[in-house]
């Protein structure tokens, strides 16, 4: 069983940034593939950012250029860079750990709200 907690989220203007991150527990942190999705109001989850085992990254188009995910297998942590936020990035966002070849683990979710 892998547990995930974000932090990080808040209210932020226009433009503004923030950093989330996602702490995992596990012994094998570093086997996992780290994802960060969102949900906004109404709507389905999507993707967000994805960080595989050998550090190959991938962005959803509305996020590229502005995001960025990371990791520090040390401190069994991922996060995401947010920068230049729009209000259409306000969603609950969420960590995803997935074990190959079918294992995956959810997060609780935190709130980022960006006004404009």
């Known amino acids: 069983q892998v547990q995930l907690v974000e932090s990080g989220g808040g209210l932020v203007q226009a433009g503004g940034s923030l950093r989330l991150s996602c702490a995992a527990s596990?012994?094998?942190?570093?086997?996992?593939?780290m994802g960060w999705f969102r949900q906004a109001p109404g709507k389905e989850r999507e993707f967000v950012a994805g960080?595989?085992?050998?550090?190959?990254?991938s962005y959803a188009d509305s996020v590229k250029g502005r995001f960025t995910i990371s990791r520090d297998n040390a401190k069994n942590a991922v996060f995401l860079q947010m920068n230049s936020l729009k209000p259409d990035d306000t969603a609950v966002y969420y960590c995803?750990?997935?074990?190959?070849?079918?294992?995956?683990?959810w997060g609780q979710g935190t709130q980022v709200t960006v006004s404009s």
């Open positions: 995803k750990a997935s074990i190959p070849p079918t294992l995956n683990y």
């Open positions: 596990g012994r094998t942190f570093s086997n996992y593939v």
């Open positions: 960080l595989n085992w050998n550090g190959d990254t």
